[in-house]
C-alpha cells in the first residue's frame, strides 16, 4: 500500500459524472471524475454510527481493500475519497458501498465478508446481491442466529436455485458454501414450516461404512464423519433447539446406508460429500424423494475416495443422466469462489492445474 492522500480534490469533481447510490433514502451519497485512465471517486455515509465498523480498527477494513484493489483511500469524518486507476476505485467503491448496505441490514462485516466482497466487485450483479432487482426481493436466507447473503457470484445462482429447484447438484471444492448454504436453506425452511423434517446424510467411506470396530453405540460409531454437517447447524441455530429437535426427529442426521427402503416426504434432505457414493447408492438415494420435498446433494468430483475412483462415482454418474431435466438444477463452483482464507484459494487453483 503506498501513501495516502492528505488533499482532498472533491472540490473538483464534475457532477456531470455523479455515479448513482444504491440506496434510495439517500443515506450514501458518491461522486467522482476520471482523467486521463486515473479517477477519483468520494463517498459520503449518513448513518456515521456505523463508520468505525466500517472502517475497522485502525482503519483494517479500508486498509484490505486498499492492498487488494491498489487504490489509495482517504477516510475524513463521514467522507471517503478513493483514488486509482478507473477500474480499481469503481471496484472500491462498490465494495464500501455494499460494505455499508450490510451493515444498515444488521449483518456482521468481517475480513473474510470484506474479501468475498472485493471478489464480488468484478461481477455486474454486486449491487443487486443487497437490494436485489427491482422486480425481485434480496438475495438472502435468514435463520434464528443470522441472515446469509451470498459471499461469490455462484452462490447467488446457488442460493437462488436452492430456493426454486426440487433437487439440486452442488459442485466444486471445499470452502465454497455448498453444504453451508444448503443447511441454512433447510433450517429457513423448517423454522417457517414449509418442510417437518431436516435429514442430513453423508456416505461414512472412511471406514466403508462397516463401523463396528469404532467405540460407542451408532451414534459416536458415525458422528466423526457428520461432524461439518453438525457444524452448520449450531451456526444456523441455537444448540439447544438442535439437540431438541434430533430429540424429536425433526433433524436426522445418519449415514447413507440408513436411508434405504425410505420415503422422504415433507423434508428438506441433504447428501454431503456425494461424490464418494457408488453409483447404486446414489440411485438409492435419489428415488427416495417424495411429496413436498427438496434434496440437494453436494460434492466435489475431484475427491472421489472410493475404490475405482471417479469412474465408480455416483455424482459424476447422476449429474451426467440428470443435468437438465425438468426440476433439477446443477450448480458448479470453482477456485474462484472459495469463500475462506484467500489462500484456500490458490491451493485449490494450484492442485486444480495438476494435468
Given at each position: 500500500?503506498?501513501?495516502?492522500?492528505?488533499?482532498?480534490?472533491?472540490?473538483?469533481?464534475?457532477?456531470?459524472?455523479?455515479?448513482a447510490?444504491?440506496?434510495?433514502?439517500?443515506?450514501?451519497?458518491?461522486?467522482?471524475?476520471?482523467?486521463?485512465?486515473k479517477?477519483?471517486?468520494?463517498?459520503?455515509?449518513?448513518?456515521?454510527?456505523?463508520?468505525?465498523?466500517l472502517?475497522?480498527?485502525?482503519?483494517a477494513?479500508?486498509?484490505?481493500?486498499?492492498?487488494?484493489l491498489?487504490?489509495?483511500?482517504?477516510?475524513?469524518?463521514?467522507?471517503?475519497?478513493?483514488?486509482?486507476?478507473?477500474?480499481?476505485?469503481?471496484?472500491?467503491?462498490?465494495?464500501?458501498?455494499?460494505?455499508?448496505?450490510?451493515?444498515?441490514?444488521?449483518?456482521?462485516?468481517?475480513?473474510?465478508?470484506?474479501?468475498?466482497?472485493?471478489?464480488?466487485?468484478?461481477?455486474?450483479?454486486?449491487e443487486?446481491?443487497?437490494s436485489?432487482?427491482?422486480?425481485?426481493?434480496?438475495?438472502?436466507?435468514r435463520?434464528?442466529?443470522?441472515?446469509?447473503?451470498?459471499?461469490s457470484?455462484?452462490?447467488?445462482?446457488?442460493?437462488?436455485?436452492?430456493?426454486?429447484?426440487?433437487?439440486?447438484?452442488a459442485?466444486?471444492?471445499a470452502?465454497?458454501?455448498?453444504?453451508?448454504?444448503a443447511?441454512?436453506?433447510?433450517?429457513s425452511?423448517?423454522?417457517?414450516?414449509?418442510?417437518?423434517?431436516l435429514?442430513?446424510?453423508?456416505?461414512?467411506v472412511?471406514a466403508?461404512?462397516?463401523l463396528?470396530?469404532?467405540?460407542?453405540?451408532?451414534?459416536?460409531?458415525?458422528?466423526?464423519?457428520?461432524r461439518p454437517?453438525?457444524?452448520?447447524?449450531?451456526?444456523?441455530?441455537?444448540?439447544?433447539?438442535?439437540?431438541?429437535?434430533?430429540?424429536?426427529?425433526?433433524?436426522?442426521i445418519?449415514?447413507?446406508?440408513?436411508?434405504?427402503?425410505?420415503?422422504?416426504?415433507?423434508?428438506?434432505?441433504i447428501?454431503d460429500?456425494?461424490?464418494?457414493?457408488?453409483?447404486?447408492?446414489?440411485?438409492?438415494?435419489?428415488?427416495?424423494?417424495?411429496?413436498?420435498?427438496?434434496?440437494?446433494?453436494?460434492?466435489?468430483?475431484?475427491?472421489?475416495?472410493?475404490?475405482?475412483?471417479?469412474r465408480?462415482?455416483?455424482?459424476?454418474d447422476?449429474?451426467e443422466?440428470?443435468?437438465?431435466?425438468?426440476?433439477?438444477g446443477?450448480?458448479?463452483?470453482?477456485a474462484?469462489?472459495v469463500?475462506?482464507h484467500p489462500?484456500?484459494?490458490?491451493?485449490?487453483?494450484?492442485?486444480?492445474?495438476?494435468g
Amino acid at each position: 500500500m503506498g501513501r495516502r492522500p492528505t488533499a482532498n480534490p472533491a472540490g473538483a469533481i464534475d457532477p456531470s459524472v455523479v455515479p448513482a447510490a444504491i440506496n434510495s433514502d439517500d443515506a450514501l451519497r458518491t461522486r467522482g471524475r476520471s482523467t486521463h485512465g486515473k479517477a477519483t471517486a468520494e463517498l459520503s455515509f449518513e448513518n456515521q454510527s456505523l463508520l468505525g465498523t466500517l472502517f475497522g480498527q485502525f482503519d483494517a477494513n479500508l486498509v484490505q481493500v486498499e492492498n487488494r484493489l491498489n487504490v489509495y483511500i482517504h477516510a475524513r469524518g463521514d467522507q471517503v475519497l478513493i483514488e486509482g486507476t478507473e477500474d480499481a476505485v469503481a471496484r472500491a467503491r462498490d465494495t464500501l458501498m455494499t460494505m455499508y448496505d450490510r451493515l444498515a441490514m444488521g449483518q456482521d462485516l468481517d475480513a473474510g465478508a470484506i474479501e468475498s466482497l472485493i471478489a464480488m466487485s468484478n461481477e455486474p450483479t454486486l449491487e443487486g446481491i443487497i437490494s436485489g432487482d427491482k422486480n425481485e426481493p434480496p438475495i438472502m436466507i435468514r435463520t434464528r442466529r443470522k441472515t446469509i447473503v451470498p459471499r461469490s457470484a455462484t452462490q447467488i445462482t446457488y442460493m437462488r436455485s436452492l430456493a426454486r429447484d426440487d433437487i439440486i447438484f452442488a459442485l466444486g471444492p471445499a470452502g465454497t458454501g455448498k453444504t453451508y448454504l444448503a443447511v441454512a436453506q433447510a433450517v429457513s425452511q423448517l423454522m417457517t414450516g414449509s418442510v417437518q423434517r431436516l435429514i442430513l446424510s453423508r456416505p461414512a467411506v472412511e471406514a466403508g461404512e462397516k463401523l463396528g470396530f469404532l467405540p460407542g453405540d451408532m451414534k459416536d460409531k458415525v458422528d466423526p464423519y457428520l461432524r461439518p454437517l453438525y457444524d452448520a447447524l449450531y451456526d444456523c441455530m441455537p444448540p439447544e433447539q438442535v439437540e431438541r429437535r434430533i430429540e424429536s426427529g425433526e433433524i436426522e442426521i445418519a449415514p447413507i446406508a440408513f436411508m434405504r427402503g425410505r420415503t422422504l416426504a415433507d423434508a428438506f434432505v441433504i447428501l454431503d460429500e456425494a461424490q464418494n457414493t457408488t453409483r447404486e447408492q446414489m440411485k438409492m438415494f435419489l428415488t427416495r424423494f417424495g411429496q413436498n420435498s427438496r434434496m440437494v446433494i453436494c460434492g466435489d468430483p475431484r475427491q472421489v475416495d472410493i475404490p475405482g475412483g471417479d469412474r465408480m462415482s455416483g455424482l459424476a454418474d447422476a449429474v451426467e443422466k440428470l443435468e437438465g431435466v425438468d426440476g433439477f438444477g446443477t450448480i458448479r463452483f470453482g477456485a474462484g469462489d472459495v469463500v475462506r482464507h484467500p489462500i484456500v484459494g490458490r491451493i485449490v487453483e494450484a492442485y486444480e492445474g495438476e494435468g
